[in-house]
Each structure stands twice: as structure tokens, then as C-alpha cells.
DNA sequence: AGCACGCCGACT
DNA sequence: GTCGGCGTGCTC
């Protein structure tokens, strides 16, 4: 075809390398002309006709900004457009926030591939309904809405927290105007009840999933619905806050400050900052929900970017006690719960939270009281089933004869209770009940009838018409963790478990201390969330700050550091030596100044990943070069800063 | 990461 | 004169 234009596919390619995160400008050779669409998925040729590397088109051009000649695309992979250039839009403004790539928020983003599922959906040939009114623009409202609790019962029956009624209700205004709503929650139990609650309302049609909950191919299909156009309801982990899906409408996020949505994979990012910043993008509305605001949505309330909407609070007896028990060598278990959890069964199901799962979760020695550790290792010794194996926390050694390391005792006893324990104790305790011990492991969501459920944080079941009488055991537990954001996670427990009792039931509280038990009864959580706040302003701490961890060995460490310090900052914390080879620098920084910072720690990445490959010529000429890695993480708030 | 290019020692 | 060692730098 003489005198045609070159075209030229621009390619986002994949590979972990921070160097080659970057567009690159490859010829469209003439048999993939016609086929050739952004979004797809490409393999071409890197360095030399034999490495290959896959890629994503994210552009087609008809020239390149390459100054040399460009090699050609070598083939088309799948003619599904697999990102929406709105995701890579997204993809590259978190790598730059994070001072990552946007390859690996790809991959969080976009499910593994599935061939034989991806022909099937492409054979069925499906044409997209068109939406029964055109999709309006969405309204871009931006709230907070501090939830009171509650269950609900469905049309079909079921119960769930009320907090997932709302948030179905939500999504169904907005598939009314043809718009779509991204679910973000915590974990299975949450969507599992959402799924239920989308099914009761009629909209199971409309919805798909992601998460690990359903097999890879459904996740894939479901991706694939989501890329195809029509106005859905995605439901899903903190990894779909990333969906793709066309004419957003709303993204909401139950419970923020759940663990759960801490990404452990780089460039680690939080799926709060991640909604905020594709609610910038989109002008989609955004909704965060939660029972305690977290501090970071406690700041966006302050600074007037979210409307506070608080709901009235529930008519519940909430009763704080300093500590119900002390430790007395059996169970820890407040007399309340025997006398008060008597009436209270006869009336419905009743809910204790404990600390702990297992049956002794730490052990101590009988004689000195001294904590057990593990002979091999010094680890904590426990005792996950009555009668079962005492085993290390940390190797997981069985210990068969145990030797107290002050005294010498050969005898053990337990120290904290775990559920199990308090569930054999309340089973002697109330003959004739039904007791159900519940751990991160079980996977019961809903109990009915009148059970006395023994549950771990986070692992509650709805019961059928909502709690009797709550019990939470254990507070000063979950008070005392050396994390910075101990005490309001301690609130979000309790409140969690609180949440699940039906109207004007008793709700105790062990071991809040003074000033949470203040808070607890009085409801007021956020006036306490937004003091911690300001007492981080002045200490300069997260979220008040913005704040980057960074990693790398001692001596890499050192030769960025006079970098580092000269970055705009509010606090160098550091450097720290982990280990023989890590050391670690705390930086924490303005919001304002994020962009800047990033993109000099992103700088660093590169430069530390291309230059030092030799480590002195002198010394070791057999050993390796290290790899010299920096490694930086934003906002993670998981490090514990004491 | 890989892979190619580049500039110094032992081979035909 | 050239084959090949691995140090250095780039990947459209």
C-alpha cells in the first residue's frame, strides 16, 4: 500500500522494571491494521528480535515521538479491549501518587486471563441492551455517611447488616439513570450479603462479582462484562475499587479502615486514595460508610471535601465498664455475661466478641506466671484446641515437654482465653444452648434461632432479628496494640460488634478504659476521631501528614539520604537499621508537596535500579552484585510508629 | 532483568 | 590478526 501512513501502536509494556515504565512507540505492521484497537493486549519484541515482552496499546498514533526506528508490533493477543483507557489513566495517576508503576496497579486491576471462559463469552455473541435511558452525567456528591447499625430482613427473607440495604438501595437510584456503582468492601461475609441483597431487590441481572469468591473464570467473564459497556453494579475487594466499568455513576466504601484494605502489593495503594482519585477523574459521586469515621475520612470531613451525614443513633443500652474481669486464671469471662446473657438468650440469638481465637492463645508457666515461649525459638507458646498440641506462634514446633525459662517449671497453664475456651465454659455455663464458636475461619454468616455465638473481630454472623445482648470481652486487648490508629480500630471493633444487636438491646463493653467508654456510650465518634486528628497535626504524624517508608540496604540508604532530606518534608524519621541489610527512613510530607516527593522518590527507584551493579571491585570478585533495590511505600499507615 | 555492544588477553 | 571474557548501558 504505497503512501499509506505508518500507523503506530504507543505500549504500555509489562514488566516489573520501575526503568521501563514508560510509553514505547511501536509500527503497526500491515496485517494488523484493521485489527489493531487501544486496549488490547500485544506481544513485541524488546532489544532484540528474540526477547518479547507482552504490552498494553494504550494509544495509536500516526507518528512517533521515538527518534529512532521503531520495531514492529509483533502480535495481537486477544481482540477484547482489556483497558479501557480510563484505567490506564487511572493505573498511571496512583503509580505516580505512589511513587510506583502503573504495570503493577494493572495487575491488581485486571484478573488473570482466561482463554477457553474468554471464548465462550465471545461465542455467545451477546449485544449490550441498551440502557433503558441514556446514562445522565453522574452528580458527583461526596459524603460520609456515618452509619447507626442495625440489621434488616429482605424480601426474600434473609437478614443482613442494614448498612448493605443502603448501600443497594444506593446503586439501584443510580442504575435508574443508567450509571454504575462500584461496591468496595472489606471481605466474602460483606459480599456475600450484599450478593444477597442485590438478588432480593431484582438486580442480580445487573451485577457481577470480584473477588476470590468465585473461580477464576467468573472472575474473567465478569471482567469481561464489565469492559464490554453495559451499566452495572460491581460488587467486590478492595482490588474493584479499580472496575473498570463504563458510566460511573458512584463508588462506595463500607468500613475504610478495615484491615482488609491495606494492599500488601506495591505500589501499595489504599483504596480510599484510590476512589478519591478516580472520583477526580470521573466526577463520579463517592461514598465512604462506616460505623467510626476513620482519621483520614475524619480530615476529608474537616477540610469540607465530604458532607458529614450522620444517621440518629439506635436506642441500645451501651454499658462501658473500665475492665468487667481480671485475669483469674480461667476463662475471662465478666459475671454480666452468666447473669445478663440468661435472660437475654431466652429472648434471641447473643453475641460475644473475644479477642482471640483457639482454646489458650498465649500460654503461661503455672508456676512464675512467666510467659511460655517456645524452646527452639523463644516464640509464644499456645494451645489452638483443648486436649490438641501446644505449638510456637512463630515456627509452629510442637512442644512436648516444656521447660519455664525463669523458674524451670515443667507445668503450663493458660493465659489469655480464646473463643473456643469461653465457648466450652458458656456451654457448661448454659445447658440446652446452642454455643458456636466463629473464627476467621468459619465461613457461617447468618445464625438463627437462639445461639450464643463466640466470634473474633470481623468473623460476626448476622443474627436473624438482630443480637439479644452483645458481650464484647477482651477490650483492653484490642486498646493496647502499639499501632497508632489502636484505639480508634478498638472503637470500629466494638462498634461492629454492637451494630449486629437488635433495638434497645444491652450492649457491654469490657476494659474500654475511661475515655473510650465515654465514647462508646455516648456515641459521639467523631469528635474523638477528629481530636486524634489534630493531636497527629501537631506531631506531624499520618493521616494528618502524608508519609513514605523507605527501604533499601544501609549503604544505598546513605547515599540518598542527603536527597531525601532536601526533599520539602515535615519529618525524617531515621535511618533505622532493620537487619545486616535493611535500613529504613520515615519520611513524612505536606499533601500539598506529594506530587513533588513522589516523583523524586520515583527518580531514586529508577537510578538505584540502573547504575550501582558493582559493588566494589576490590573485594568479593565472586559475589554477585547486589541488587540494589529501594523500595518505597506511601501511606501505610500498617507501620507501627512508637 | 536480559541482552548486545565494547574493549583487552590467548589462540590459529 | 580474531575469538571471547564479562563490565556497562539500553530496551520503541
Redesign the pocket.
Known sequence: MPGAPTLYA?VILD???P??D??????VPERLRGEIRVGQKVI????????RCDAWVIDLVDE???G?????VESIVSPVEILPSALYELARSIADRQAGSAVDVLRLAIPARYVRAESAFLALDRVVAPAHVPAREPSADKSYVQHAGGVSQLTTGQWVPRWVTAFVERAAAQLDLSLSTVCVVPDFRDIEHLMSAVTAAGLSEHTVRLDAGISGQERWVNYLRIVSGESLIVVGNRSSVYAPVAHLGLIQIWDDANDSFHEPLAPYAHPRDVALVRQSHTGCSLVFSSLVPSPAVARLVSLGFLKHDAESRRPLKIIPTDSMAQDSGSARIPPAVFTQGRAAISEGSVLVQVAKPGYASTLRCASCRSRAACTHCAGPLRQAKQQGPVSCRWCGRISTQFSCGSCHGHTLAPGASGGEKIAEELGRAFPGVRVLPVDASADVIVVEGKTLVIATPGTEPVAAGGYAAVFVLDGELARGREDIDADVDALNQWMSAAALARDNATVYVSGTGPVLGRVIATGDAMNFVTSELSSREALALPPATRVAVITATPQVLESVRATLEALPHRSVLGPVGLDADTARLILTFDYRDGAAVATALRALIVTT???P??PT?ATA?TAK?R?S?LSVRMDDAWLTLN
Do not use: C, I, W
Open positions: 504507543r514488566s516489573p522494571l526503568q521501563l514508560h510509553p514505547f512507540d511501536y509500527a513485541v519484541p524488546l532489544r532484540s528480535g528474540k526477547r512517533s515521538e521515538f529512532s526506528k521503531a520495531a514492529d535500579a540502573t547504575v551493579r558493582k571491585p570478585p552484585p541488587v533495590r
